[in-house]
């Protein structure tokens, strides 16, 4: 009698499924096995016992089925579990990597990085509005391999990543060349863009900017679980990135300051509302003969 048995997945997350999966997998070999003996001995036995025996296989073999896709669906839930966890942990990591430090291009370049690892895109953009023109400036450009792109590269939907600026919602298609919304436009059909993620960057409610991540070569790579859990990494993100803008800005204004000061011959001195000396120039430093620090 030939073997007609579908193979169980083979991957099996848990230990437990493995388990499972090897006592089905058993349990196929001892029925083929019981049924090539009852082929050779049948004869010898009792019409009963062999009766018996039969609807006893047959009750093993309708039975194999329920436990191979029972196994199936416990290993999906496995899976599924087992990479949210892994999505928690690495946004956790990646919320502590980014807020590790103010300096903007570190944190630019931090954020694109996780994003193309926890994505698996192949492209990633990162893209700020311009203080002074209000227009969206390209800030960070990685590939998969972490290697920052030239110019050349960034053939991007426009359309999609201003959509997302000026709504602040989130975008994923898994076929642009396919997808009515966006089928029609210029740059995915000339640059052949295909998978589409772009999320906004949003800081109390205020979008400062947009992260967008694609594939020109595989379909379907993103979905919207990728989507909802890319707009929790922005939100993050943007936070980073606004930190790390107002640390420029302060260090900025403390470096002009400082200059300032220094460029003027009278002596300098300020003080807190408590009349506690916060600084004083050199000027001051010379006159009073106390060294400012």
């Known amino acids: ?46 019409q009963t016992a062999l009766d018996q025996f039969l609807r006893t296989l047959n009750d093993i073999e309708a039975a194999l089925p329920r436990w191979r896709e029972a196994i199936e ?16 942990r690495a946004l956790y990591q990646v919320g502590r990597a980014v807020n590790s430090t103010l300096d903007l291009d570190t944190v630019l370049n931090q954020v694109m990085d996780h994003i193309i690892q926890l994505t698996g895109a192949e492209r990633g953009f990162l893209m ?37 600026a000026r709504d602040g919602q989130p975008i994923v298609t898994t076929n642009a060349q396919a ?30 900017g947009v ?14 679980h990728d989507r909802d859990m890319l707009a ?19 260090s900025a204004m403390k470096n002009l300051m400082d200059n300032v000061l220094a460029s003027i011959t009278s002596g300098v001195i300020t003080t807190d509302v408590a009349d506690k000396i916060t600084l004083f120039n050199r000027a001051a430093e010379s006159i009073l003969g106390v060294p400012a620090y």
């Open 232 to 250: 929790a990494f922005a939100d993050q993100a943007a936070i980073a990135i606004a930190n790390a803008q107002l640390y420029e800005r302060v």
């Open 211 to 224: 992260i967008y991540a694609d594939n020109r070569i595989r379909t379907g790579l993103f979905t919207e």
């Open 128 to 164: 700020l509005y311009d203080e002074t023109s209000g227009e969206l400036e390209f800030k960070v450009a990685r590939n998969m391999d972490r290697e920052t792109l030239s110019g050349s590269s960034f053939e991007i939907s426009l359309t999609i990543v201003n959509n997302v």
């Open 179 to 208: 997808d009515p919304r966006f089928a029609a436009q210029e740059s995915v059909v000339a640059y052949s863009l295909r998978s589409i993620l772009c999320v906004p960057l949003r800081v109390r409610d205020k979008v400062i």
């Open 73 to 88: 669906r416990l290993n999906v839930q496995w899976g599924a579990q087992q990479r949210e966890q892994e999505e928690m």
């Open 1 to 46: 009698m030939s073997r007609n048995v579908s193979p169980i997945k083979a991957q099996v997350g848990h230990p437990d499924l493995a388990i499972l999966q090897s006592v089905a997998v058993g349990l196929e070999d001892i029925v083929q096995r019981q049924r090539e003996t009852l082929n050779r001995i049948g004869p010898a036995i009792p």
